[in-house]
């Protein structure tokens, strides 16, 4: 059995949840449920837009559609969570025996994604890949289980490592759960500029990752760097120009302030 995701229009939460009392045995490929299931790998989405993709219904099949096979005049339709409002966590749970019959039929085909990329050194190159995903169309019966945000956890940029870092979320059993004492369950949003791309780059900028249990939004632009024990609270908004350098001083709070222009802390 291979689980993917499905628009929540795709099947009522009953009618799935029925289907679904023993995945591992059933004749169900895939199974919807818009409640939050203990097995699952939708979620609701919230900014930044989805990044694994959404699901369509497309000639009588759940299909996997990625960012990078969208035309660029439809980009920003395709990010609109008024359209797409739950996207693919890439977490599947596959039957062998459902893959085997499939490949002996020779009924599984994954579609090329033509994805262009940048090196770092700015050379422009295509990189050819395929989405597991996708083989989502090879089953007939296919449906999924939407589960709340807080049960995806990517870590795919410095600002999302820069979140499961902070005393936002402990370790618990192999599981980072937010903490108890952030009052409200939502996720801050975290935007940090390019001179926090590289993760060499980002640890050299922090002597310490600051509090962030009530911090609100985070946007970080320019060479900025952070002290020990730093608190961000509210809205932070922490801008450098080009040539300026702004250091942010140990024990420093920060609470609904925009800081910008340049500011050196200098060893004597």
């Known amino acids: 059995m ?29 199974c919807l449920s818009i409640s939050a299931l203990p097995v699952s790998f939708l979620s609701a989405v919230l ?5 694994g993709g959404t699901l369509i219904q497309y000639e009588d099949h759940l299909r996997l559609l990625e ?40 009924a599984m085909e994954l ?33 999924g289980v939407n589960v709340p945000r807080s049960r995806f956890l990517p870590v795919k940029t410095s600002s999302d490592l820069l979140l499961v870092m902070s005393n936002l979320y402990s370790l618990d059993a192999g599981s980072l759960t937010m903490s108890k004492k952030r009052e409200f369950p939502s996720t801050p949003h975290v ?44 809205t932070v908004i922490i801008i450098a120009n080009h040539g300026d350098r702004i250091d942010i001083p140990a024990g420093a709070m920060l609470e609904n302030k925009i800081v910008s222009g340049n500011l050196r802390i200098l060893d004597h």
């Open 2 to 30: 291979l689980l993917l995701g499905a628009l929540e229009s795709a099947a009522e939460p009953s009618s799935c949840y029925q289907q679904w009392k023993n995945p591992l045995m059933g004749e169900t490929g895939f």
């Open 67 to 106: 960012i990078a096979q969208v035309p660029k005049a439809n980009v920003d339709e395709f990010k609109s969570v008024t359209k797409f409002k739950i996207f693919n966590t890439n977490n599947l749970w596959i039957s062998l025996p459902a893959i085997k019959r499939l490949q002996d039929e020779n």
């Open 191 to 234: 935007k940090l500029g390019s001179s926090f791309t590289k993760v060499q780059e980002f640890l050299s900028r922090f002597e310490s990752i600051p509090d962030m249990l009530e911090l609100d939004h985070l946007t970080v632009s320019g060479d900025v760097t952070f002290g020990k024990n730093v608190s961000l609270k509210g």
């Open 47 to 51: 900014p930044p837009p989805p990044q």
């Open 111 to 143: 579609e090329i994604i033509v994805n262009p990329k940048t090196l770092d050194g700015g050379l422009n190159v295509i990189q050819l890949e395929t989405a597991v995903g996708a083989a989502i169309k090879s089953f007939n019966n296919a449906l």
